[in-house]
């Protein structure tokens, strides 16, 4: 039931959620120029979303105590960053629903979707928003290599996977925060 709960919190704030002024001087504070590049070629409620994230990380790392200025930082660079892998017209709101739905009721069909993900039809849509739900960490990753993000590129590849005692501090931070919001 709270698992449903926060699906559907998470589905009307991607409807409606945007950035405000102060979300976007937050993004600017934190991130370069070629990273906002890469932050803002997402959607608008991925954007949202992971201006969400790095609040949620900052409130986190707070109840940990521990962070030094550098690792703080960082922190917040790979919340707003580990999205990025998902780009407008990619994944939006309704390819992220039905990648959701298809990968808990239906899992068997997602590998034939993603082998159409090229072609220009519906079926090719719905293969690239369900490659890009699973893949969006390494896409980033890959994004984030090619302007020299080594840090934060090792970090967001492995932002979905689950919990793991070899996770990071800053990675076991932004899987909690990501996961509550």
Known sequence: VFRMK???????RALFGRLDAEGHIFVQFYLSPAEQRLFYDMHESDQYHAFRVALTAKEL??????????????LIR????HDIGRVKGTADVWGKVLAVLMYRFCPSVISSFIRMKDRHDIGGRIGMALYVYASHPSIGADKLRAIGDAKEAEIIQYHQKK???????VLSILKQADAQN
Not at 163 to 169: F, R, V
């Open 61 to 74: 790392s707070t109840k940990h105590g521990c962070l030094d200025s550098d690792t703080y930082i960082l």
């Open 78 to 81: 790979c919340a707003l960053l």
């Open 163 to 169: 919990p793991a005692p070899e996770d990071s501090l």
């Open 6 to 12: 926060q699906r559907i919190h998470q589905f009307v």
